[in-house]
């Protein structure tokens, strides 16, 4: 069950990936917030349908907030790197920000930083330099790194307040806290809709109609499979597989569908960020 489970994880985050850049495709990068809106929409109405009770507290309103800001960074900005940017190196610089809640466990929770964690950071200042070089089919623009690093900022503290309501209550009021921050995801989207997306907005709507259902399913099924399997395995070793195993579907997915060929360099420097992953996260 504990593979099956990883599979459905590894497989589920590169899907989100590849809906990304089919919708951006499809729309030259354009109606970024319907499909933000869409995707938070049906990822809370996964967490609707499958939570069989719902207990209330009013003290996971603050971190439901700061967890949806998080989260709709993450979101936006993931889909706007992907569209302006590799699929595979997108997906590989944003998946550092697991070392975010790693440092919030070292600083303010006085966690032990272990050498496989100092040696995860020095393999990962030696990707950044390689997967930066010069390749000029996939220019790195200041816009693509802009975006990279806000969903960056983002995915890693959706990780760390995660983290500081688990601790704060115990482990409960999982789903509660899930389906709270995804209504004020899905209504900040909605609001901002009719200001970014207007005058396309039929068009792209349905263009997302298939992409972001999707891929805010898999969103839902991904997190609630993930607080599923912290409670059955160490997460020193489900942590590194899951992003590891993303990272390398994702890349097989865009060489095969994308034709995404990396300089040897920029591919050394991949294989070095695969391995940081693994080191920072044991």
Not at 62 to 75: L, R
Not at 124 to 150: E, G, H, I, Q, R
Not at 152 to 164: E, R, V
Not at 228 to 253: D, E, Q, R
Request: proline letters at 3%; hydrophobic letters at 55%.
């Amino acid at each position: 069950m504990h593979v099956l489970y990883l599979l459905i994880i590894i497989f589920g985050i590169s899907g989100q990936n590849v809906f990304k850049k089919m919708y951006t495709e499809k729309t030259g990068g354009g109606g970024s917030m319907t499909f933000a809106a869409l995707t938070s929409f049906f990822s809370m109405l996964f967490f609707i349908v499958t939570s069989t009770k719902f207990l209330w507290n009013p003290k996971i309103i603050p971190y439901a907030i700061t967890f949806a800001v998080s989260f709709a960074a993450a979101t936006l900005f993931g889909l706007l790197a992907v569209a302006n940017g590799p699929l595979s190196l997108s997906s590989l610089m944003i998946s550092y920000s697991l070392m975010l809640p790693t440092f919030y466990g070292i600083i303010f929770l006085k966690e032990t930083m272990s050498v496989y964690f100092i040696i995860g950071l020095c393999l990962l200042a030696v990707s950044l330099f390689l997967v930066n070089k010069k390749n000029d089919k996939y220019p790195v623009t200041p816009k693509w790194l802009l975006f990279v690093f806000l969903s960056f900022l983002g995915n890693g503290l959706c990780s760390t307040f995660q983290k500081m309501q688990q601790l704060t209550f115990d482990s409960e009021y999982k789903n509660e806290f899930m389906i709270l921050s995804l209504v004020i995801v899905t209504l900040i989207f909605i609001a901002a809709v009719p200001i970014s997306d207007k005058s396309n907005f039929m068009e792209y709507l349905y263009h997302a109609r298939f992409t972001a259902v999707l891929s805010g399913a898999m969103n839902g099924v991904v997190n609630l499979l993930v607080m599923v399997l912290s409670g059955m395995m160490a997460v020193s070793v489900m942590f590194p597989l899951i992003s590891a195993g993303g990272i390398i579907v994702t890349y097989i997915i865009s060489k095969i569908f994308y034709k995404e060929n990396l300089t040897k360099i920029q591919f050394v420097g991949f294989l070095t960020g695969l391995a940081s992953i693994v080191f920072l996260n044991i």
